[in-house]
T-cell receptor, first 113, second 116 residues
Framework: GQQLNQSPQSMFIQEGEDVSMNCTSS?????WLWYKQDPGEGPVLLIA?????ELTSNGRLTAQFGITRKDSFLNISASIPSDVGIYFC?????????????FGQGTRLTINP | GAVVSQHPSWVICKSGTSVKIECRSL??????MFWYRQFPKQSLMLMAT?????????EQGVEKDKFLINHASLTLSTLTVTSAHPEDSSFYIC????????????FGPGTRLTVT
């Protein structure tokens, strides 16, 4: 099936540093979404991207929909302790006639104060 | 933003018993809800798509007779794990799509199931 390859799998950074993670695929997607999941919680939508080349910000977060429609990245600037968690990219894939959300493997972010 | 709730947030049951998990969209109507399973340190895996008023669509490898899904109204879907076994222990998460907001999909807080 269509897969999203997310990297890096984990990051260990100092508070205040910028963070960058990305997702790539061999398939073309029309929508890219970025979620954050805290331990024991469901994912929370951070940013949704609908157009190739689109660059969208949400506070300290910035995400871009790759021009080839096969990739997306998420940047977090000036990281703070509450940014700790697992970040997932996701994209809608047409599978057997239905739009289904597929997820990347996740990037686990750890911040040293 | 759209809110999705799940109940219970955690449950412990004995092997062989059945457990029902509820998923509700609190401030919007969802004709489609989704059920995911997440094992520790892994990503979310779609189990089934729940359609209001019709049968659920299950992903390959998911036993429909074991994971019973009912979507009786536009705001409620239930997942029943029948004859649970320890290997069914997992984090179950539902989500709902708000059709008025394009393709944005909102997730519930999850239900931690432990089968002893």
């Amino acid at each position: 099936g269509q897969q999203l390859n997310q990297s890096p799998q984990s990051m260990f950074i100092q508070e205040g540093e910028d963070v960058s993670m990305n997702c790539t695929s061999s398939s073309i997607f029309n929508t890219w979404l970025w979620y954050k999941q805290d331990p024991g919680e469901g994912p929370v939508l951070l940013i949704a991207l609908y157009k190739a080349g689109e660059l969208t910000s949400n506070g300290r977060l910035t995400a871009q929909f790759g021009i080839t429609r096969k990739d997306s990245f998420l940047n977090i600037s000036a990281s703070i302790p509450s940014d700790v968690g697992i970040y997932f990219c996701a994209a809608y894939s047409l599978i057997q006639g239905a739009q289904k959300l597929v997820f990347g493997q996740g990037t686990r972010l750890t911040i040293n104060p | 933003g759209a809110v999705v709730s799940q109940h219970p947030s955690w449950v412990i049951c004995k092997s062989g018993t059945s457990v029902k998990i509820e998923c509700r969209s609190l401030d919007f109507q969802a004709t489609t809800m989704f059920w995911y399973r997440q094992f520790p340190k892994q990503s979310l895996m779609l189990m089934a798509t729940s359609n209001e008023g019709s049968k659920a669509t299950y992903e390959q490898g998911v036993e429909k007779d074991k994971f019973l899904i009912n979507h009786a109204s536009l705001t409620l879907s239930t997942l029943t794990v029948t004859s649970a076994h320890p290997e069914d222990s997992s984090f179950y998460i539902c989500s709902a799509r708000d059709l008025t907001e394009s393709y944005e999909q909102y997730f519930g807080p999850g239900t931690r199931l432990t089968v002893t």
